[in-house]
């Protein structure tokens, strides 16, 4: 039986099916847990922006938005929702970001 050549490099043809399988189960989970974080993060930029609406108003909202997209990290996202629960104004919270 013919096996067709896929662009498999010969680093890979080396070696054998249970190292490919662990190779391959890794890069899953790691993409798995990508989608995960990135989809985590997501949901608390769109949980702040509804809460900044309803406290400060659709312009503030407009603002932080974004300022938020440039936020990776789901910890600063958190401590900004509990700035959104301190702050006085959205001019405060805006202030407590910095400069955008």
């Known amino acids: 039986m013919l096996i067709p050549d896929l662009g498999v490099t010969d680093a890979v043809k ?3 099916l249970k190292q490919v ?11 798995a847990d ?5 989809g985590r993060r997501e949901g608390e930029r769109k949980l702040l922006l509804r809460q900044a609406q309803i406290r400060f108003g659709e312009a503030l909202a407009r603002s932080l ?3 938020l ?3 990776a990290e789901v910890e600063r996202l958190e401590e900004i929702g509990e700035w959104l629960l301190v702050c006085d104004s959205g001019d405060a919270l805006l202030s407590r970001l910095g400069p955008h």
């Open 21 to 31: 399988l662990d190779m391959l189960e890794t890069a899953s989970q790691t993409w």
């Open 65 to 67: 938005a974004a300022r």
């Open 69 to 71: 997209e440039g936020i």
């Open 34 to 38: 990508r989608m995960r974080d990135e």
């Open 14 to 16: 080396s070696y054998d």
